[in-house]
């Protein structure tokens, strides 16, 4: 079975696959210094509770975290016997090649979305990602990441409302019941919602109209079904587009191994 990784800035994802399905998610709060053992008496209690029988073979990590991937190579090679694949290093292969400019590093989590959204839907896409931040990532017909957008995160957008003006509240992010608000939490979640929901289409907009072409909408992400709710921004919503992406790339490296 394969242990997919997907390491974000605030949350770290295990995804179990067995080669047809996902047999379960865990989900645990980013953390650099986090040992090779700590994630393992975490992985290891939840699989218990769960009641899941597994035997991990290969692991595959996408981490926007340098510095955790050391500890997570550790914990693959200590308690699965296995050399993880790392996205993004020289030695594992993408099913397309970004085309970017010379010396531009991109993030892992772009390239597997990329990787994820073609593999589904085609090439001529634009992968919305409602993460720490909001990224759009441009994917050509031929299934490369060709470039995006990135853009502050919701919740980062309110933390720091919160943070730097005294007077004004942390709120949850919801859709409000009129755009023009009359208290305090109304207001701001007006703007935040709206705020966003004009970002994003005014980017996708001006991606279409800059590559001439017809493209389709992809979103993923935790908040995309709040935005997509009440107005259709996104053609497709894809919740474990992140960890589809993660298993292509693994199938083509095992398909192209030297």
Not at 78 to 104: H, I, M, N, Q, S
Request: aromatic fraction near 10%; charged fraction near 20%; charge should be negative.
């Amino acid at each position: 079975m394969l242990l997919a990784i997907d390491c974000g800035n605030t949350n770290t994802v295990f995804s179990i696959w067995d080669g047809e399905t996902f047999l379960c998610t865990l989900r645990t709060s980013t953390h650099h210094a986090r040992t090779a053992d700590a994630y393992f008496t975490w992985y290891s209690t939840l699989i218990k509770h769960y009641g899941i029988e597994t035997d991990i073979t290969e692991v595959i990590i996408s981490s926007t975290v340098p510095r955790v991937v050391f500890n997570l190579r550790v914990f693959a090679d200590r308690f699965f016997d296995c050399r993880p694949l790392v996205v993004g290093k020289p030695e594992c292969l993408l099913p397309t090649e970004a085309r970017v400019d010379a010396g531009t590093i991109v993030g892992p989590d772009r390239l597997v979305n990329s990787a994820g959204a073609y593999n589904r839907y085609g090439g001529d896409l634009i992968v919305v990602d409602f993460g720490t931040a909001t990224t759009f990532d441009v994917v050509a017909k031929d299934g490369a990441y060709i470039g995006g957008v990135i853009a502050p995160g919701v919740n980062l957008s309110l933390e720091a409302l919160h943070n730097a003006a005294a007077a004004l509240p942390h709120v949850d992010i919801a859709k409000p019941q009129a755009v023009i608000g009359t208290n305090t939490v109304a207001c701001i979640q007006s703007g935040i919602f709206w705020g966003y929901v004009g970002l994003v289409r005014e980017i996708c907009d001006r991606i279409k109209a800059e590559r001439e072409r017809p493209m389709k909408i992809i979103a993923t992400g935790g908040l995309a079904p709040l935005f997509q709710q009440s107005v259709e921004l996104f053609d497709s919503f894809d919740e474990d587009l992140t960890m589809h992406g993660l298993t292509v790339i693994h199938d083509y490296n095992k398909e192209h191994a030297a």
